[in-house]
């Protein structure tokens, strides 16, 4: 164990700079706060070090024999937090970028999530619901800032996100005849109209202006969800949710 | 039109109080803000006050007629605003006990919300899935809070929210032989075994605690999402959507 009690150290200015995007780019690491996430980080096996308040323990059945850890003051502790009832504890991460067998899978692929809390929700709901992989898009809030990270609840750990190119994922998965279905009102069908797809593509999209028109012409078939009351649209969440449930549970029967 | 351009003009304290739990109870009023919300609340005829920003316009299309309009300064408009970047727009509205059909409804009852964010979210799910209403049960956090009303986007206008016991309104309903669907990981079943209900109840629970036992005990029968990969568990607004879509979906086939 390694103590720091100076609020001077380099170090402490190393973490709090990976709450920026560019810093977790350059670095190709982030940091988790909490002891939830740091466990899930742990059994993913991406920590490099864990940073400690003086004031918080280690559970025991934590294996970090071949981690750093770093015990901080109270005052240092708080300043590296981003929440605001900090528990006390951080690991700082590797970011791995997975490979995936594209075959069989099946693809969540998000265009323009913008908000914090739902793609962190949005990832939680793909492990969940079973999902392969996650394909994080264009326009995508950073999978790594500290809300998005909060929101998974440690699904980030659980399957592949990855980022890239919507376009050329949807060549590389219609090649494999994966039937890819998009979000839409128009063109659409009732998405309860889809029947035992096996695998498949979902794409959902931005918040405001949905699913880029280009990629929704790309795909198989566009699905809508029907709305009975005067609500003129569902959270891009639950959306994910109904509709990667509903897909999952025809690929089960 | 009235003006009013001093930060020290009492009205500005009433308008700001309105952020209170204890105000909104004691007036019976509350307050929203924004175009869209403001729109929502004009149509469904509860708008007592319009507060506008000197630097805002009254959309052409809104009746107001009938119904206060105050002019303010930028200043005060900043002051009564919960938002990061107000858009100068405020209305101070009516509660309104609905009355409710009981007989062929379709409920949702929630047991200890706290989240503002999934409260609204929840309404905003139950008002697009055709819920005949929403009952608040205890525990949950107050729907007038302005956090809870941004996320239901104008749904909080569009079906009945009632507060009231759960307990007694589980017997009112069971009285009428409208099944009531309990959500629980234990002594549940998977809520794709539901055959068009025709009817129902479905009762969401607290965001780490769920579904009260006491409440699951008297449910006719409770019902669980499979969980497909790693996560824990659904968050609850997504929860919500997946099963009140999936019981829609049953009853309209």
Request: proline share 4%; hydrophobic share 40%; net charge negative.
């Amino acid at each position: 164990m390694n103590r720091i009690d100076s609020l001077q150290n380099p170090r402490i200015k190393q973490w709090k700079k990976l709450q920026t995007k560019k810093e977790r780019d350059k670095t190709g690491t982030f940091i988790v706060e909490g002891f939830h996430l740091v466990e899930e980080a742990l059994k993913a096996n991406v920590v490099q070090q864990i940073i400690l308040s003086e004031q918080a323990d280690l559970p025991a059945n934590w294996s970090v024999d071949n981690t750093d850890v770093f015990v901080v003051t109270e005052a240092i502790s708080k300043a590296i937090s981003e929440t605001e009832t900090p528990q006390g504890v951080f690991a700082v991460c590797e970011k791995i970028e997975s490979n995936v067998q594209l075959e069989n899978g099946k693809f969540l692929l998000l265009d323009g999530i913008q908000d914090p809390g739902n793609l962190g929700t949005i990832i939680r709901t793909a492990d969940a619901a079973g999902i392969t992989a996650v394909i994080l898009g264009e326009g995508c809030v950073d999978v790594y800032n500290s809300k998005v990270l909060r929101s998974t609840q440690g699904s980030v750990f659980h399957l592949p996100i990855i980022k890239g190119s919507l376009g050329e994922w949807m060549d590389k998965l219609q090649q494999l005849s994966i039937p890819i279905y998009g979000t839409a009102l128009q063109h659409a069908v009732p998405y309860t109209e889809v029947k035992a797809p096996g695998r498949f593509a979902l794409i959902v999209g931005n918040e405001g202006s949905g699913v880029r028109p280009e990629l929704l012409e790309k795909c198989d078939q566009n699905l809508y969800i029907p709305i009975y009351g005067q609500a003129e649209s569902l959270n891009v969440s639950v959306a994910t949710g109904v509709l990667a449930y509903y897909l999952q549970s025809k690929v089960d029967n």
